[in-house]
């Protein structure tokens, strides 16, 4: 699972990421962002039918339609709370599909994180739609993006997830809600034994399965093929994306999946047993002192978020969304048979995550990987060797972000590409952002760091105006946006005017795109240092 060290660092890495933010909705406002190009005076389209009544949206001056705030399941509210989502609620005359819904519940821990969202609540079941489609019949492809943020974070409404670039491509782009901390992942006895399907936890995995099923109804009103989905998504949409794949209540919905820095297993955020996870739920219900799951659902959602503090509520093998752990459900070949486009970036935690405040001195990091690797420390120190201190830091931050993220992702692509009978396509961004706009907290990163590629490859730069993007920036923002819309629409990040990508293991090469302002493809680049990684983890634990 996501351990609360490795969430901190998750957390340094966002702040990083925007250093003159303030965060929330304030920013939104602020000098730095774009704001959307959607106006109170946008021409009016619809209707459309949905699940639950009939909608209206708006047109962008681009052409491309927008649908803000869809509510695809009934408010997790009351005695909802803690279930399965449930079907929306049917409303009467025409909805007005023009804001964002509302956030779900979450603590302030990522100011890198600007929602255009209507405030927040446990309410938040919705998702947003941009369509370039001109009618029904189209069928275009359609992107589903699911939101970072460590499971405990994030909205569909932030302005890096807009879809109206991608839309421009020719594809249809839904970003959605799900619950987050204890809201979406608590599980506990009486849970369960409400539950028909003897299964408590994994609700916000559950609200992603339930949009996908929402498109599969409904996107050809928009002018979307129902059975061209693409599942994707960054950092905990990335994992989530891995969980989609694997679970027999989502995977025949999706036709390929894009996963951005982080797949379902160890140590990423991997589930734990579902009696490991009612024990969790016990020990929660009683600091709150709610002797009944009554007691606690009747609990005010502000006084739940700030009691759940920093515990931590993993996914969950329940028996029904996840029968098994994703990993063992990849290597008996029972995840869905897609395309996949995955990679992680070079700079996904710092060498400081190994050495805390220690100097980066050789004798220093070989103590750590000692303690660490204890008799395999040797091979460690030859395969992430540090013989002076610059050599420690790029070594210890290849590690760090391997143990962190950049691991399970590799061991994703590796499991779908030995059992998944469908092309992977692996990346390494290398890019580190440009310098900041003056007057700026703080210097940007020199590396590329966690989730510095979303903007670049969603075609959002503009929206963030933090950094004084230059022309290799754009350049390598079109290429990106270039390779994700071609994979959305053929399974095949390749097209016309874009360097060569090649499949990962149509060979015994395991080759990698590296993106960055000279993008190629490599053969076997930290190769050996993730097959170290992979044998320390299964040693230590029954992963296949």
């Not at 990163?445 to 929206?463: C, F, K, M, Q």
Request: charged content about 15%; proline content about 9%; some cysteine.
């Amino acid at each position: 699972m996501l351990s609360s060290r490795w969430l901190g660092i998750l957390a340094l890495g966002c702040w990083l990421a925007a250093p003159a933010l303030t965060g929330g909705q304030e920013a939104a406002r602020g000098p730095r962002y774009l704001a959307p190009t959607l106006t109170a005076d946008a021409p009016v389209t619809g209707p459309i039918r949905v699940t639950g009544g009939i909608i209206t949206g708006s047109v962008l001056p681009d052409g491309v339609r927008t649908f803000r705030g869809i509510p695809f399941a009934a408010p997790p509210v009351g005695p909802l709370r803690w279930t399965a989502p449930q079907p929306p609620r049917p409303w009467q005359g025409v909805r007005r599909a023009t804001r964002f819904g509302p956030q779900c519940m979450q603590p302030p821990i990522f100011p890198d994180m600007v929602f255009r969202s209507d405030g927040m609540s446990e309410d938040c079941l919705y998702l947003n739609v941009w369509t370039p489609a001109r009618n029904p019949g189209q069928r275009l492809p359609v992107l589903v993006y699911i939101y970072g943020g460590g499971f405990v974070g994030g909205d569909g409404s932030e302005l890096r997830y807009d879809g109206e670039s991608l839309a421009r491509r020719g594809i249809v782009v839904v970003t959605t809600n799900y619950r987050l901390g204890m809201f979406g992942f608590l599980a506990h006895p009486e849970l369960t034994r409400e539950s028909p399907h003897r299964a408590s936890g994994n609700y916000g995995l559950l609200d992603q399965a339930a949009a996908l099923s929402w498109v599969r109804e409904n996107i050809a009103a928009f002018g979307g093929d129902p059975y061209r989905v693409t599942v994707g998504g960054e950092s905990a949409g990335s994992i989530s994306a891995c969980a989609l794949m694997a679970s027999p209540l989502s995977r025949g919905l999706i036709a390929g999946a894009i996963g951005e820095s982080g797949g379902m297993i160890s140590p990423t955020f991997a589930p734990v047993p579902l009696a490991e996870a009612e024990q969790r739920g016990e020990e929660f219900a009683r600091s709150v002192r709610a002797r009944s799951l009554e007691a606690l659902r009747a609990l005010p959602a502000k006084s739940l978020l700030k009691a759940s503090g920093r515990a931590q509520f993993p996914a969950v093998v329940d028996g029904w969304f996840l029968p098994q752990a994703p990993a063992e459900i990849f290597a008996a070949g029972q995840q869905a048979k897609v395309p996949l486009l995955v990679g992680w970036n070079l700079q996904e935690a710092g060498w400081r995550a190994l050495l805390g405040n220690r100097e980066p001195t050789p004798q220093n990091y070989a103590a750590v990987l000692d303690s660490l690797y204890g008799a395999d420390a040797g091979e460690a120190l030859r395969l992430f060797p540090g013989t002076t201190p610059p050599q420690v830091m790029e070594s210890g931050t290849l590690l760090a972000g391997g143990r962190f993220i950049a691991y399970s992702t590799w061991k994703w692509a590796e499991l779908q590409g030995r059992a998944g009978k469908r092309p992977v396509y692996r990346y390494l961004f290398v890019h580190p952002r440009p310098a900041t706009i003056a007057p700026a907290a703080s210097p940007p990163p020199a590396g590329a760091v966690h989730s510095a590629e979303i903007e670049y490859a969603l075609g959002n730069l503009a929206t963030n105006r933090v950094y004084a993007w230059t022309a290799a920036d754009d350049s390598l923002s079109a290429l990106m946006e270039g390779y994700f819309a071609n994979f959305v629409k053929t399974g095949n990040p390749n097209g016309r005017g874009l360097p060569h990508w090649p499949a990962a293991y149509s060979d015994d090469s395991a080759r990698v795109m590296i993106l960055g302002v000279r993008p190629r493809a490599e053969s076997g680049r930290h190769e050996d240092a993730f097959r170290f990684l992979d044998r320390s983890y299964r040693s230590s634990t029954s992963a296949p």
